[in-house]
């Protein structure tokens, strides 16, 4: 406990040790005006002590001299002139100036402050102290630099890094004005769009951190950063941090959503797509799985803004830059048939358009020794009860007729070549040769 005294006690002793020094550095410094409370002492003459103040035309007055100007000086230069003057009737007299109260003055403290207000401070006082005496800065809203207004002249002083660079003295009438951070404008697809208060020499990447970066429809390729009206287009090296495009206040950035395309008919996911402008048709078609096995590439249809468009993939149709809104109809250009019965390969067929009976037959591999060609069946579209029967051929020659015998087929027909059931002559001679020699060994025995 005792020892926990005499540390306090020292440590209490160090502090009035260290405040005198400073109030001490600070006097010999100071510049004496009108409302400082000044003690005079002349060493060895007790009558000569005074205590003044000074008045406000900055004079004072003293034994034997009578009145003197001390506006400007510091109590050093005042002593050196007080002996000076002593000296006509004083033999080397010794003078000691103090200042008993410091004079105040006023000074206003606007902007981003706890408190902004008027202040009644001392005459040594500086410009961090007088943001301390209104409440200290705002952190989230104060800039770094603020100014220091005196007689009509402004004097910019850096706010944000403490002890560092010069700390302004203050005098009566000074007005500290600490201005709000440079406000800009985030609207489109960021995370967090809104009005956000950055430091200076903010870049863009940076701010687009602070608002939750973009989200996956935000077309970079049409950012635009809007500054005074005017829009300046933005590139990846503004969005990378390596543009050096720095932010000012007002600014507005706007991150548009990627145009909204929509893909219907025959791809392999059709549906609505959000895609970056200047997209083509075929980048679209990839991003949707491409083109189906029966897709017509020749005839897809482009509608935009109320108008269409047919387009030829084979044809650079392909190449033509989709925007926002545009809808892609990709029809159906193959039509799938069945072949079935007495071909060499049955089984379903993707035929182009206006493929006839005969061209299913073919893809199918043509039709068997056993097909019969004067009855092939057609169902349209599946159904059974649809049937027609085309004779195509005569024996085993297939086609022979009218083009109107052999008609285009459509979606889901089903072509049957049936089972010939006439005698076929050369089995039957086989088998008859077989019978003879059969019959020639038994009977000859």
Known sequence: MIEKTQKLAKTAALSIVIFTVTMGCIASQYKLGPGDNLRI????????KTETIVRPDGMISFPLIGDCSVRGLTPQELAADLEL????YIKRPAVTVSVQQFRQIQVQVLGEVARPGQYNLIATSKASQAIAAAGGLLGDRAAATASLTRQGKTIPFAVDKPGQGEDLSLEDGDLIHVPTKPQVTVLGEVARPGLYLIDKGTRLSELLAQAGGTTSLADQGQAQLIRKGQGIPLTRAHFSGQSKLELLDKDTLFLPPMPQIVLRGEVAKPGTYRLPV????????ALAGDLTEKADPKQITLSRQGKTQIL????????IQLLSDDRLEIPRGRREVLVLGQVRTPGAYLLPPL?????????????????QTE??????????????VLALGQDRLLFEGELRVNPALGEGDIVFVPESRRLDWMKLG????????????????
């Open 312 to 319: 030829d993939l084979t044809a650079g149709g392909g190449e």
């Open 41 to 48: 002492g002349v060493w060895g003459h007790e009558d000569l």
């Open 355 to 371: 493929s006839s009976v005969l061209d299913a037959i073919a893809l199918a591999g043509g039709t068997t020794d056993k097909a």
């Open 375 to 388: 009855k092939i069946r057609i169902y349209s579209k599946g159904d059974l009860d649809a049937e027609k």
């Open 85 to 88: 003057r002593l000296a006509t």
């Open 278 to 285: 200047g997209t083509t048709v075929f980048t679209a078609l």
């Open 430 to 445: 086989t088998v008859l040769g077989v019978f003879r020699i059969l019959q020639e060994i038994f009977i000859g025995k």
